[in-house]
């Protein structure tokens, strides 16, 4: 809101008048050794030379994450303009590791309100494996909190348990974040475990009993819309088997869930835009699903793009506009409005 002050014979008026930014939302797309950028449907190179890549995403400050490999590099945003430079903000060993700041394989990262993140990690099928020794029950889902004073993130507790109501769980698909509740795919057992990021206990599998569960089995890419709908690309390279499939919100175990989209290969990534159109990754293409007034299109839009693993949206950040003060001078019949922003200093 902004405060804008009238002068007229000596009265002072004042108003307040919304100011909405208007700003067009940048898509970014990686393939194993480089992430290119999307404005408008202009495609250019952000960063090259890199190794490894597979999920990004924003933190809420506008830093672009990616990992690569075991590890887990930041794009930082500095006054609205990303380094094309990552640092290394997560160090990534090849065998399990319950060390501070570690992670073995990671599968794809979210960020919740408050800049803490959130890793789906699978764990190794090298040794030293954990408790159990098989890499299904090695995969869990790390918290690293934010350190704001030092700008590094520091693991703590693992999040999500390998058991939920007796039933192995393996969270290997994108985590996804959405007012205030974190979706990861099963991607063995299928189903979607939903859990608070306020509280490692309060989870649950939605979509998960029987046959439902195996109509999301093999589950990689999330996304939730504005309404909390959930979808999940089922990754299959079998004669196009593979699929977008919708869950409810308000789901529970016994939801079914139903067919979004169907005859897609390497479906992978999934994200919303600001506009609600529903975007994925699949073989060598990126698969846009337009929103019409609320209902997703069923024939979407393809974009060519070779070896696409993952995107996401860069966020719009809304600026902070400077007070303006407006005054009305009238003389002589003629008036004039006249703004002055205040000097730097």
């Known amino acids: 809101m902004k405060k804008i002050t009238f002068l ?51 933190d809420p400050t506008g ?38 700041q570690y992670t073995s394989y990671p599968d794809s990262m979210a960020f919740d309100s408050a800049g803490n993140m959130y890793v789906n990690d699978s764990g190794s099928t090298a040794n030293p494996l954990p ?20 700008g590094t993130f520091n693991q703590s507790t693992i999040s999500l348990a390998n058991v939920y109501q007796g039933t192995e769980i393996a969270p290997l698909g994108q985590i996804t974040y959405n007012n205030g509740r974190l979706y ?5 057992g299928g189903g979607v475990q939903i859990f608070s990021t306020g509280s490692v206990t309060n989870n649950m599998i939605v979509a998960a009993n029987g046959a ?19 979808y999940v690309s089922i990754y299959a390279a079998n004669n196009m088997g593979g699929a977008i499939m919708e869950i409810p919100a308000g789901a529970d175990q016994n939801t079914v869930p ?18 609600g159109d529903l975007v994925a990754t699949g073989l060598n293409s990126i698969i846009v699903y337009t929103n019409f007034n609320g209902t997703l299109s069923s024939t979407p839009t393809v974009t060519t793009l070779s070896g ?17 003060t407006w005054a009305l001078v009238s003389a002589g019949g003629l008036a004039l409005l006249a703004g002055r922003r205040p000097k730097k200093a």
């Open 8 to 58: 007229r014979f000596g009265t002072v008026l004042t108003l307040l008048a919304s100011i909405t930014p208007v700003s067009a939302q940048t898509m970014f797309a990686d393939t194993a050794t480089a992430i290119y950028e999307y404005q408008n449907g202009v495609k250019t190179t952000f960063a090259s030379g890199l190794s490894g890549l597979a999920f990004m995403n924003f």
């Open 63 to 100: 830093d672009l994450f990616a990992i690569s490999g075991s590890s887990i590099l930041e794009f930082a945003n500095t006054g609205g303009v990303l380094s094309s430079t990552p640092t290394t903000v997560v160090t990534g060993l090849q065998y399990y590791n319950t060390g501070n």
């Open 131 to 150: 408790p159990g020794g098989s890499a299904r029950n090695s995969a869990k889902t790390y918290r690293f909190t934010y350190n704001s004073g030092t």
């Open 184 to 188: 990861s795919p099963q991607n063995y």
């Open 212 to 230: 439902n569960a195996n109509k999301t089995a093999g589950g990689e890419g999330s996304a939730v819309d504005s309404l909390g709908n959930i």
């Open 258 to 275: 139903t067919t979004f989209a169907t005859g897609l290969s390497y479906v992978r990534a999934l994200a919303f835009d600001t506009n």
């Open 308 to 324: 696409v693993e993952a995107l996401a949206f860069q966020p719009v950040l809304t600026p902070v506009p400077e007070p303006v």
